[in-house]
T-cell receptor, first 111, second 112 residues
Framework: GENVEQHPSTLSVQEGDSAVIKCTYS??????FPWYKQELGKGPQLIID?????GEKKDQRIAVTLNKTAKHFSLHITETQPEDSAVYFC??????????FGAGTRLFVKA | DAGVIQSPRHEVTEMGQEVTLRCKPI?????LFWYRQTMMRGLELLIY????????DSGMPEDRFSAKMPNASFSTLKIQPSEPRDSAVYFC??????????FGPGTRLTVL
């Protein structure tokens, strides 16, 4: 069935360093891959997304890459700041409305 | 822009009681989603509606859970009777067709 695996579950980096979170999925029909950031006490918020016809997308300090052949996609955060500390979720969606979320990565950025 | 509105923000109840969670989606959005988030199981989709019609309720845990969307601006998720294992944060999200989902602030439910 549909499944998204996300690694690592916890990531600690020094301020200014880069952070990379990786996800794999199983559904070949998946064509939309959003990334969400969840801060304490709040709902998840979309930070970037990528569709299956694109291999890479960048928005300031964050970028997402997609390898459809290998069914991998990754989130890259450069020049990390303390306010980047949060839980990050990858997700995938096929042709319908159902979005499957990864288990989340807790990112700590140490000042 | 008010965003997705959920109420209550916190609910503490005793086992066996009925619990009703409420959601007002963003005006103009035609899809609404209910999620449950726990440490053990992460973020799980319970049910989603499109144009007020339930499309997929396969994530609803059991018959104790029910959801309704009587109109485009209101949805409820009801648990009757509630059990301690239902304790979780419940999120409502809405979207315009197949685009970005906007999440509400969530309702933290504690069943004693």
């Amino acid at each position: 069935g549909e499944n998204v695996e996300q690694h690592p579950s916890t990531l600690s980096v020094q301020e200014g360093d880069s952070a990379v979170i990786k996800c794999t999925y199983s559904d070949s029909a998946s064509n939309y891959f959003p990334w969400y950031k969840q801060e304490l006490g709040k709902g998840p918020q979309l930070i970037i997304d990528i569709r299956s016809n694109v291999g890479e997308k960048k928005d300031q300090r964050i970028a997402v890459t997609l390898n459809k052949t290998a069914k991998h996609f990754s989130l890259h955060i450069t020049e990390t700041q303390p306010e980047d500390s949060a839980v990050y979720f990858c997700a995938e969606r096929g042709g319908g409305f159902k979005t499957i979320f990864g288990a989340g990565t807790r990112l700590f950025v140490k000042a | 822009d008010a965003g997705v509105i959920q109420s209550p923000r916190h609910e503490v109840t005793e086992m066996g009681q009925e619990v009703t969670l409420r959601c007002k989606p963003i005006s103009g959005h035609n899809s609404l989603f209910w999620y449950r988030q726990t440490m053990m199981r992460g973020l799980e989709l319970l049910i989603y509606f499109n144009n007020n019609v339930p499309i997929d309720d396969s994530g609803m845990p059991e018959d104790r859970f029910s959801a309704k969307m009587p109109n485009a601006s209101f949805s409820t998720l009801k648990i009757q009777p509630s059990e301690p294992r239902d304790s979780a944060v419940y999120f409502c999200a809405s979207s315009l067709s197949n685009n970005e989902q906007f999440f509400g602030p969530g309702t933290r439910l504690t069943v004693l």
